[in-house]
């Protein structure tokens, strides 16, 4: 791949200005309440959510150093990250054993996967998180809130939100460090009368390292830089109580360097741009009984890989893909009446349009697969949830989506949970279904003379089920000393989209089988500690072979820690450790750079990272952010290794 220079962007150096010249706080933006949204479609707090949900808030990204949504995600139960490299490489996520493509990602509760991909699956790699004030990952089927791809899960991006009491907020950080990594932020945000507004940059550039494996006989090394923006835009008008009017303009664009394992290659770069917007109003009618709302919204992703001929390979690739993504959709959340024992009754219903658009040209001349195609879907969804004794929450959802040109698909949610005071325990469980529609690619890619879509392949199918618990344990005088947690899962996936004998095109053959157990522990022994340790033990295995599905390891173990050794001081380690996990059918290499099929797995690796803040003034906090401080190239992916050890220094500020 082609070194990608760095070098301190007009933003950054804005950033650095600021933060010498004004005083701040590192906590900037106002805290959105700890209710959760993506689990139910309607606000609900987080312990009486039938899901298992992890949220990760604005203070988690900074005390943590989290950079990038593949970095926070790593230590989420039950979701393993696959990177191919570093920042912009393209990076998997697995939740629960379903495969990349059946993982759905949104942003402000909009669904943001690039139509563009051939599978259909979100890139985890690319997002900074300057602008998320923050993260809910929802575990197990959720297709009968968000249709399509939620087979294994959601991912919902919340972007930071105006304090209400002030006029004019502003907020940024400035860092660097080793691989002549430069980063830096400037935002403000307010509200003003009737109206509020956000406005936010970020850049970073990196030298990065080698993404391909030392042991490879074919290894230069070269470092493979990484450049990237991101700006964002939002403003709202509340005229009275109940009304709101709010626009969003999100955009980012990243320039990183590739290799193509295993070989290394000097001359191999990424381009991949994001534009998002999106308009929405939301009013109260009958007294606040009923909430109406109407929101539209798109997306456009342009990608772009370019390979020179060079000393190693002769080789040139020039791929495009862009993917457009439109969205109608029409909300209601209806508050019922009490019936005897069963109170705060909610309605939730609406109907969403998406039109989604897909043209691409990738490979060489001789093997061009070519996609110009478009698929739209109407959906009809409905949720109920209701209180029974103050202790039982109940929750249904139900929806049907109609795909041009496929059969649809019905999808459905059942869930309670039930709290225990009498013992500090709460108890859940929940099922469901899931389906994710065949991609543009899989339905009207073209390599002529070779390959061609199938335009009436069926959805994937899941059912599923899980079943957990936690329990709050006092102990030294602390009533939360200890919170042990469990969730068992279990689910089958069927017409799993794969080739047919001929490799000429695509249909569905395959099926899966998944089951697991997300184990977790807290422990809260002082004010000034806190440790959780979380383990994902996942069998995920193919009916027909009985082979386990390539990257999902049957183990995966996080260790996280706040400690306030002193006061305006937090130091966050983490550990994570990830086992053996195999590769698909020649996707395994050797030392020579030679194919295997269905070779042994990788081996397991460990990571350990560690950040620390400290609030130096009243409204200036310096941190450090230390990564794999072990110097580990353990491969996540066969022949692609860990990013070695880095450490940035930098300030963070707000007024």
Same mark, same amino acid.
């Given at each position: 791949?082609?070194?990608?220079?760095?070098?301190?962007?007009?933003?950054?150096?804005?950033?650095?200005?600021?933060?010498? %010249?004004?005083?701040?706080?590192?906590?900037?933006?106002?805290?959105?309440?700890?209710?959760?949204?993506?689990? @139910?479609?309607?606000?609900?707090?987080?312990?009486?959510?039938?899901?298992?949900?992890?949220?990760?808030?604005?203070?988690?990204?900074?005390?943590?150093?989290?950079?990038?949504?593949?970095? $926070?995600?790593?230590?989420?139960?039950?979701?393993?990250? $696959?990177?191919?490299?570093?920042?912009?490489?393209?990076?998997?996520?697995?939740?629960?054993?379903?495969?990349?493509?059946?993982?759905?990602?949104?942003?402000?509760?909009?669904?943001?996967?690039?139509?563009?991909?051939? +599978?259909?699956?979100?890139?985890?790699?690319?997002?900074?998180?300057?602008?998320?004030?923050?993260?809910?990952?929802?575990?197990?089927?959720?297709?009968?809130?968000?249709? @399509?791809?939620?087979?294994?899960?959601?991912?919902?991006?919340?972007?930071?939100?105006?304090?209400?009491?002030?006029?004019?907020?502003?907020?940024?950080?400035?860092?660097?460090?080793?691989?002549?990594?430069?980063?830096?932020?400037?935002?403000?945000?307010?509200?003003?009368?009737?109206?509020?507004?956000?406005?936010?940059?970020?850049?970073?550039?990196?030298?990065?390292?080698?993404?391909?494996?030392?042991?490879?006989?074919?290894?230069?090394?070269?470092?493979?830089?990484?450049?990237?923006?991101?700006?964002?835009?939002?403003?709202?008008?509340?005229?009275?109580?109940?009304?709101?009017?709010?626009?969003?303009?999100?955009?980012?664009?990243?320039?990183?360097?590739?290799?193509?394992?295993?070989?290394?290659?000097?001359?191999?770069?990424?381009?991949?741009?994001?534009?998002?917007?999106?308009?929405?109003?939301?009013?109260?009618?009958?007294?606040?009984?009923?909430?109406?709302?109407?929101?539209?919204?798109?997306?456009?992703?342009?990608?772009?890989?370019? +390979?020179?001929?060079?000393?190693?390979?002769?080789?040139?690739?020039?791929?495009?893909?862009?993917?457009?993504?439109?969205?109608?959709?029409?909300?209601?959340?209806?508050?019922?009446?009490?019936?005897?024992?069963?109170?705060?009754?909610?309605?939730?219903?609406?109907?969403?349009?998406?039109?989604?658009?897909?043209?691409?040209?990738?490979?060489?001349?001789?093997?061009?697969?070519?996609?110009?195609?478009?698929?739209?879907?109407?959906?009809?969804?409905?949720?109920?949830?209701?209180?029974?004794?103050?202790?039982?929450?109940?929750?249904?959802?139900?929806?049907?989506?109609?795909?041009?040109?496929?059969?649809?698909?019905?999808?459905?949610?059942?869930?309670?949970?039930?709290?225990?005071?009498?013992?500090?325990?709460?108890?859940?469980?929940?099922?469901?279904?899931?389906?994710?529609?065949?991609?543009?690619?899989?339905?009207?890619?073209?390599?002529?003379?070779?390959?061609?879509?199938?335009?009436?392949?069926?959805?994937?199918?899941?059912?599923?089920?899980?079943?957990?618990?936690?329990?709050?344990?006092?102990?030294?005088?602390?009533? +939360?000393?200890?919170?042990?947690?469990?969730?068992?899962?279990?689910?089958?996936?069927?017409?799993?989209?794969?080739?047919?004998?001929?490799?000429?095109?695509?249909?569905?053959?395959?099926?899966?089988?998944?089951?697991?157990?997300?184990?977790?522990?807290?422990?809260?022994?002082?004010?000034?500690?806190?440790?959780?340790?979380?383990?994902?033990?996942?069998?995920?295995?193919?009916?027909?072979?009985?082979?386990?599905?390539?990257?999902?390891?049957?183990?995966?173990?996080?260790?996280?820690?706040?400690?306030?050794?002193?006061?305006?001081?937090?130091?966050?380690?983490?550990?994570?450790? @990830?086992?053996?996990?195999?590769?698909?059918?020649?996707?395994?290499?050797?030392?020579?750079?030679?194919?295997?099929?269905?070779?042994?797995?990788?081996?397991?690796?460990?990571?350990?990272?560690?950040?620390?803040?400290?609030?130096?003034?009243?409204?200036?906090?310096?941190?450090?952010? %230390?990564?794999?401080?072990?110097?580990?190239?353990?491969?996540?992916? +066969?022949?692609? $290794? @860990?990013?070695?050890?880095?450490?940035?220094?930098?300030?963070?500020?707000?007024?």
């Amino acid at each position: 791949m082609r070194r990608i220079a760095t070098r301190l962007t007009p933003l950054a150096l804005a950033g650095g200005l600021a933060a010498l %010249a004004v005083p701040a706080l590192a906590q900037t933006a106002a805290a959105i309440p700890d209710t959760i949204v993506t689990g @139910t479609r309607v606000p609900t707090p987080q312990e009486r959510v039938p899901a298992a949900i992890t949220v990760l808030t604005r203070r988690d990204i900074e005390e943590r150093g989290y950079q990038s949504l593949a970095e $926070a995600l790593t230590a989420v139960p039950g979701f393993r990250v $696959a990177p191919t490299g570093g920042l912009g490489q393209q990076t998997s996520g697995f939740m629960r054993g379903a495969s990349s493509r059946n993982v759905l990602v949104l942003l402000d509760g909009v669904p943001i996967n690039d139509p563009s991909d051939p +599978n259909g699956a979100f890139n985890f790699g690319n997002d900074l998180l300057f602008d998320v004030e923050r993260i809910e990952v929802v575990r197990g089927p959720a297709s009968a809130l968000y249709g @399509t791809a939620a087979i294994g899960g959601v991912v919902n991006l919340v972007t930071r939100r105006a304090p209400p009491d002030r006029q004019f907020q502003p907020y940024g950080e400035l860092a660097g460090g080793t691989q002549n990594t430069l980063r830096g932020g400037l935002g403000a945000t307010g509200t003003i009368g009737a109206f509020d507004y956000l406005l936010s940059g970020t850049s970073l550039s990196t030298r990065g390292f080698n993404a391909m494996a030392p042991r490879f006989e074919t290894n230069i090394p070269e470092r493979d830089g990484f450049r990237g923006a991101a700006t964002t835009a939002r403003l709202g008008w509340t005229p009275l109580d109940g009304t709101r009017v709010e626009a969003l303009l999100r955009w980012r664009e990243n320039r990183f360097g590739l290799d193509s394992v295993p070989q290394d290659d000097p001359n191999y770069t990424g381009e991949d741009r994001r534009w998002y917007g999106q308009l929405r109003g939301e009013t109260k009618l009958l007294d606040g009984l009923w909430t109406t709302g109407l929101r539209i919204a798109a997306t456009e992703d342009r990608r772009r890989y370019t +390979n020179l001929p060079d000393s190693l390979s002769t080789a040139s690739t020039n791929d495009y893909y862009r993917g457009t993504r439109t969205t109608l959709d029409w909300g209601n959340t209806v508050r019922l009446p009490d019936l005897g024992a069963l109170t705060a009754g909610t309605v939730a219903f609406g109907v969403t349009h998406t039109g989604e658009e897909a043209l691409s040209a990738s490979g060489s001349s001789f093997f061009r697969t070519t996609v110009d195609a478009n698929q739209h879907t109407t959906a009809g969804w409905t949720t109920l949830q209701y209180r029974a004794w103050d202790r039982l929450d109940v929750t249904a959802g139900l929806r049907h989506d109609a795909v041009t040109g496929i059969e649809g698909a019905t999808t459905w949610r059942l869930g309670a949970v039930l709290a225990l005071p009498e013992v500090s325990s709460r108890i859940r469980v929940s099922g469901g279904s899931g389906f994710a529609a065949p991609s543009l690619f899989q339905r009207y890619g073209v390599i002529s003379g070779f390959f061609q879509g199938n335009p009436d392949l069926k959805p994937e199918h899941s059912l599923g089920w899980e079943i957990g618990a936690e329990t709050d344990i006092a102990a030294f005088g602390i009533p +939360n000393f200890a919170m042990p947690s469990f969730t068992f899962f279990q689910s089958r996936v069927r017409d799993l989209i794969n080739y047919n004998n001929e490799f000429n095109t695509l249909v569905n053959v395959d099926r899966a089988r998944i089951h697991g157990a997300e184990l977790g522990l807290t422990l809260r022994p002082s004010p000034r500690l806190e440790a959780t340790a979380a383990w994902t033990i996942t069998e995920a295995f193919d009916e027909a072979t009985d082979r386990r599905l390539p990257r999902r390891p049957e183990h995966v173990v996080s260790i996280t820690a706040r400690v306030v050794p002193l006061p305006r001081v937090v130091i966050a380690p983490t550990v994570l450790f @990830t086992g053996r996990s195999p590769e698909g059918a020649f996707a395994s290499y050797t030392n020579t750079g030679e194919s295997v099929p269905y070779a042994r797995s990788n081996p397991a690796g460990t990571v350990v990272n560690l950040t620390a803040s400290w609030q130096a003034m009243e409204k200036i906090a310096l941190f450090l952010e %230390a990564r794999n401080l072990g110097n580990s190239r353990w491969e996540p992916v +066969n022949g692609f $290794a @860990t990013p070695g050890r880095s450490v940035l220094v930098g300030t963070r500020f707000a007024l």
